[in-house]
């Protein structure tokens, strides 16, 4: 034995010749440190290690107050296997009827985690653990992992367990229970759970009771899941809810008001209890907490409840700061609502069809895109977009919630840089690469990469992710069939600004998308493309892609460029011509380019007839200056066109360099 461990076990006053370390600890296991039972179960000898399997297949009680000690489950879950875990699973049973404890039900959520078991080993530990689920959420974490494993059996087994809490005259636990059933699965807990069986359980609670009235409303909302249950409550519930919504309570106020708007009976509401969206909304207000967050996110929905959010700064202080939580219960939630007080609405046909189906929240009050912006520039001060960009462990509904914060945040190119410093385009990056289907949500990502990366600085804002990768992303979804020409059109700017760094060679697929680009007759896309062009043509890499003479593709689209160059507009020349310009310094690319008949002939032309243009000049004089140089003659340059045409770009253009060009060329060609 080393003298460190010597000198830990003298302090549980233990002879070294009489007790090895697991004997020590198990004999005097109320003496034992954390580090001590740490220390054993993970750095025995062999012969220690047999000692301590052993003692932890006998003597459960005492392996199980040591682990509890250590506050460490993985230490004992490391030794088990499946089969040797059952009698710790009956053990841990016992114990909840005798002295149930938040250690008992976390080991047990341990052993759920660790091991595969059967149904029918399973079982009997999920029904012990169903009369705590109002006192301790970890039983409800045990629960959601049993439905995750036994989807078709779960609800029976809990319906089973509902029955005995309700013999048991647990209400409490027993509508705790029944709302988590709704959650799990509305359908099949509506089938279960008649109106009928709800009524005959909500006129059995004790009402001077909060704690059962609040889980009988918190039921009561779990069942609005499902239309037909929704229907009922709104029929023979509103009264009732109505009274809560009066309640001294603060918490039984919030959960009935978030009844009554999911009932979604506006009209009836206000007859009955002269209660309207703005006395909701003030229930919501008056305190922040999970249901009153989610009640305000659908009343969200609502212009004029959005337009008396943005503007209530209290309110907006203590919303953001609910983030400041990440493992809080109102996180979702928030997220929720910051994305629809962000939003804009479109006016296309699927929010014609929302405006229907949402008509009872009509209003008259005017939502300008320019106070959704100014709210959210808010937001990026109170650095909003860092803290959703540093969550971890988020579902996939409250990812999809942070993509439509960020995407919302792009909007004014204003705030580019801060949201890109706060980490909105690192996030937009994993999330795109880790989400495999095309969902509206990634396409919103998608839209917001283009949308950020269109005057980022590509030398500053990849440390993490290459370009590349971005690169990759908006080719993706250029090509889809759902992105907009807008959306395309924004994300050739952003592959154009990405190309001032070499990022290598693009993919066939990425050059087929550019080749379908040029064929478009829509001016400002087909400019974009020729813009991009000549942005990857200044790099060596990227040039046997168009002045390749062996590759077919390279060829057919090098012929396509040089037909671009006598467009009309002026820009799109430009950059055709440009994309050659890098090229043609190469000698002998430059001789391969002289022999294009039609190249040639397009180039005299435009000097000829466009002398006047002092960009295009600059751009076609070099190009023509070059291919000169490299053949070494006039060759295929009808040379008194050529000539005629440079003294008229002397004669008539403003231009410094297209001036000293077409003198040179002059020189060149007497």
């Known amino acids: 034995m080393t003298e460190e461990i010597k000198h830990k076990f003298d302090e549980l006053k233990v002879s ?64 088990l296997t499946k089969e040797r875990s059952l009698p710790y699973l009956q053990h ?60 078709d059996s ?24 029944m709302a988590l059933i709704f959650q799990l699965n509305h359908t099949e807990a509506a089938q279960i759970f008649s109106m009928n069986t709800l009524q005959l359980l909500l006129y059995q609670v004790p009402t001077k009771s909060s704690s059962v009235i609040k889980e009988a409303l918190t039921l009561l909302s779990a069942a609005c899941v499902d239309e037909a249950m929704r229907k009922e409550i709104s029929e023979k519930y509103l009264e009732v809810l109505i009274a809560g919504c009066k309640a001294d309570d603060k918490e039984i106020q919030s959960l009935a008001a978030l009844v009554v708007v999911k009932t979604w009976n506006f009209a009836k509401l206000k007859e009955k209890g002269n209660i309207g969206v703005e006395e909701l909304m003030e229930i919501f207000l008056s305190e922040l907490n999970e249901s009153s967050i989610e009640g305000l ?209 693009l993919t066939e697929l990425q050059w087929d998308t550019i080749d379908d680009l040029l064929t478009q007759q829509n001016t400002l896309l087909r400019r974009a493309t020729l813009e991009l062009i000549s942005n990857l043509m200044q790099h060596k890499s990227n040039l046997p892609d168009l002045f390749d003479p062996t590759n077919s593709k390279a060829q057919k689209r090098l012929e396509l460029v040089v037909k671009l160059t006598t467009l009309d507009d002026i820009k799109s020349q430009c950059s055709a011509v440009a994309a050659l310009s890098f090229a043609a310094t190469f000698p002998f690319i430059g001789a391969d380019l002289v022999k294009n008949k039609t190249l040639i002939k397009n180039l005299v032309n435009l000097i000829d007839k466009q002398s006047n243009e002092p960009d295009l000049m600059e751009r076609v004089l070099f190009v023509t200056y070059n291919v000169l140089f490299a053949a070494g003659d006039a060759g295929e340059f009808n040379s008194e066109k050529l000539i005629s045409g440079c003294a008229k770009v002397l004669k008539t253009n403003q231009n410094t360099e297209a001036k000293e060009m077409a003198s040179e060329i002059i020189k060149m060609i007497k």
């Open 16 to 79: 070294d010749a009489s007790q090895d370390p697991v004997t020590a600890i198990y004999t005097k296991p109320a003496d034992a440190s954390p580090s001590q039972i740490k220390h054993v179960f993970e750095s025995t000898t062999p012969d220690e290690q047999k000692t301590l399997n052993k003692r932890i297949d006998s003597d459960i009680k005492t392996t199980i107050d040591l682990i509890e000690r250590a506050q460490d489950s993985k230490l004992l879950m490391k030794k």
């Open 92 to 151: 841990l049973r016992q114990s909840l009827k005798t002295s149930p404890s938040e250690f008992t039900l976390t080991l047990i959520d341990a052993f759920i985690n660790n091991f595969q078991y059967t149904l029918d080993e399973l079982t009997p530990t999920i029904s012990s653990i169903l009369p705590f689920i109002s006192a301790y959420q970890i039983v409800t974490m045990s629960l959601i992992k049993f439905y995750a494993l036994f989807k």
């Open 154 to 177: 779960t609800i029976p087994v809990l319906s089973d367990g509902l029955e005995v809490l309700t013999i048991e005259e647990d209400y409490t636990a027993s509508f705790k229970l």
């Open 297 to 505: 996110t659908y009343l969200s929905i609502k212009k004029s409840v959005r337009v008396r959010l943005r503007s209530d700064d209290e309110f907006v202080f203590d919303l953001t700061k609910m983030l400041d939580n990440p493992q809080g219960n109102n996180v979702y939630g928030t997220l929720v609502l910051l994305a629809n007080m962000t939003s804009i609405e479109e006016e296309n046909e699927i929010n014609q069809l929302k405006k229907q189906a949402n008509k009872g929240l009509d209003d008259d009050v005017e939502e300008t895109p320019e106070e959704v912006e100014e709210f959210m520039s808010d937001l990026i001060e109170r650095q909003v977009i860092a803290k959703i960009c540093s969550l971890s462990k988020m579902s996939k509904a409250s990812m999809n919630q942070v993509i439509t914060i960020i995407f919302n945040s792009t909007r004014k190119r204003n705030n580019h840089a801060e949201i890109i410093k706060q980490g909105a385009l690192l996030r937009l990056l994993d999330y795109l690469g880790r989400e495999p289907e095309l969902t509206d949500t990634k396409m919103l990502a998608y839209r917001a990469l283009a949308a950020l990366l269109v005057t980022a600085n590509p030398q500053l804002v990849f440390n993490t992710y290459s370009p590349k990768s971005a690169v990759n992303f908006l080719f993706q979804f250029i090509a889809f069939e759902s992105t907009s020409l807008k959306d395309q059109f924004q994300s050739l700017l952003s592959l154009t600004n990405l190309s001032i760094l070499d990022n290598g060679r």
